[in-house]
């Protein structure tokens, strides 16, 4: 496995999804495995948090409860998005449960993206895919949040330190919060829990971070990527459990 974390970005000051318990329900409503089986051949992790298995702090204690298709149905309708006739896109107060997103042309994140449209479609929700080359996506999409949604792939490295993809102070370019997620208890935790040296106090602070960032639901993480290589039968001693990059393999 590889540190890397793909993730579907939610635009939190989109006049849809500022609602964060829509956020919510729609990262609930994702079913995980098949997206990374679709897209990765199952070789990733299902993943839901900002944190990887393993790092300092991480906790699915957390995490949203996956929501069955007809239970996500029932919830959006709850919550004011209705459906005026079988198959129609759901609506609320003249806006429309429909969204782009965006993502880089020819990856797994591709059919990644075409299995997550595949899946809201049965609830409801519309889903334009638009994927683009890689410079076209960090300048015209990335770098100024030009997007409702954006499915991209971070890498962590091997410390927990979030802070530049969730902290308010970077949701900005050339800062990584792509979300351009707020939070004053985050943005603390985060803050923290970067300059502590204490692996308890730290560990108390990620707690704390994670707790917020669920009830926010700033984005849906979906899965950590693997890398697979081959090698010769002849080759003895390889111990490497998980790489930084894939260069390490070496």
Do not use: C
Not at 37 to 43: R, T
Not at 51 to 65: H, S
Not at 163 to 187: K, M
Request: aromatic fraction near 8%; charge should be negative; avoid cysteine.
């Amino acid at each position: 496995p590889l540190p890397e974390e793909e993730t579907l970005f939610f635009a939190n000051r989109d006049p849809v999804l500022q609602d964060k318990s829509l956020r919510s329900i729609l990262s609930s409503s994702l079913n995980r495995n098949q997206i990374m089986g679709k897209a990765d051949n199952g070789q990733g992790v299902e993943l839901t948090q900002p944190l990887l298995p393993g790092m300092l702090g991480y906790t699915d204690t957390y995490a949203p409860v996956t929501l069955a298709a007809a239970t996500a149905r029932d919830e959006l309708t709850a919550a004011g998005w209705v459906r005026s006739k079988p198959g129609a896109v759901r609506t609320n107060n003249g806006l429309k449960l429909q969204f782009n997103i965006v993502t880089l042309k020819g990856s797994e994140l591709e059919i990644a993206a075409q299995e997550i449209k595949r899946q809201w479609a049965d609830l409801g929700i519309g889903v334009q895919v638009v994927a683009v080359g890689d410079t076209e996506l960090q300048q015209t999409y990335m770098r100024p949040r030009n997007f409702q949604m954006l499915l991209y792939g971070v890498n962590l490295g091997s410390d927990p330190d979030v802070y530049s993809f969730w902290h308010s102070s970077q949701a900005q370019d050339p800062g990584v919060n792509l979300s351009e997620y707020s939070d004053p208890d985050a943005d603390k935790a985060l803050e923290a829990g970067r300059v502590k040296s204490d692996p308890q106090v730290r560990v108390g602070k990620y707690d704390t971070f994670l707790k917020d960032w669920n009830a926010d639901a700033p984005a849906a993480v979906l899965y950590q990527a693997g890398y697979t290589y081959a090698t010769d039968s002849s080759v003895a001693g390889i111990a490497a459990e998980s790489l930084v990059t894939p260069a390490d393999r070496y």
